[in-house]
């Protein structure tokens, strides 16, 4: 069963725009976690919010996260070529990860 | 230090042929999990374990089995591959359940 649902499902966009997709879930939750996967590879940690949390930075990426509204969005600034990838949402289960189906974003040259 | 690796790569198997993949960590991570990804797809949970012997279904267990016979390797193992199995399939790892993953390359397995 998948808790989060990422949006949209693809994104493509010029390079140097910025990119926003957003994950909604469905019950309480103590952290939500994204992740990037390039083509064909491993899924890379990118953040981690918790609960507590309302917005986070990593470099040109920003997290949001709103409990009330059961959401998070992923705010990739300044697009670049090498951001071309898979995002995902992951928030917590039992003993588990549970996994949004993705959003996949490309960056136009 | 390598974090997650996963053997083989790549591999062919005919339907009904049987084969192991091995993840293995060294990070001392407690926890360890198998997923599939098909095309297009999202991950998802095949099996997973909290420690050392010790082994939990997942989402698509059928058709798979896995041990955990040392803290460090999870093994999967297809004993009658379909084509239905044809998938990528990744290996992770975490020191803390339900916080940060840290996954293998990746095994891609066509099934004929």
């Known amino acids: 069963s998948q808790q989060g649902e990422e949006d949209p499902q693809a994104l493509s966009i010029q390079e140097g725009e910025n990119a926003t997709m957003n994950c909604s879930y469905k019950?309480?939750?103590?952290?939500l976690q994204w992740y990037r996967q390039n083509s064909g590879r491993g899924l890379v940690h990118l953040i981690l919010?918790?609960?507590n949390e309302r917005e986070k930075h990593s470099g040109r990426l920003r997290v949001t996260l709103d409990t009330s509204k059961k959401s998070s969005s992923l705010l990739i600034t300044a697009s670049r070529a090498a951001d071309t990838a898979s995002y995902f949402c992951?928030?917590?289960?039992?003993?588990?990860?549970?996994w949004g189906a993705g959003t996949k974003l490309i960056i136009k040259p | 230090n390598a974090g997650v690796t996963q053997t083989p790569k790549f591999r062919v198997l005919k339907t009904g042929q049987s084969m192991t993949l091995l993840c293995a960590q060294d990070?001392?991570?407690?926890?360890m999990y198998w997923y599939r990804q098909d095309p297009g797809m999202g991950l998802r949970l095949i099996h997973y374990?909290?420690?050392?012997?010790?082994?939990a279904k997942g989402e698509v267990p059928d058709g798979y089995n896995v041990s955990r016979l040392k803290k460090q390797n999870f093994l999967l193992g297809l004993e009658s591959a379909a084509p239905s199995q044809t998938s990528v399939y990744f290996c992770?790892?975490?020191?803390?359940?339900?916080?940060?993953?840290?996954f293998g390359p990746g095994t891609r397995l066509l099934v004929l």
């Open positions: 992770a790892s975490t020191g803390t359940a339900q916080e940060t993953q840290y």
């Open positions: 990070m001392n991570h407690e926890y």
């Open positions: 374990s909290v420690g050392e012997g010790t082994t």
């Open positions: 019950t309480s939750i103590n952290n």
């Open positions: 919010i918790r609960s």
């Open positions: 992951a928030t917590e289960g039992n003993y588990q990860l549970i």
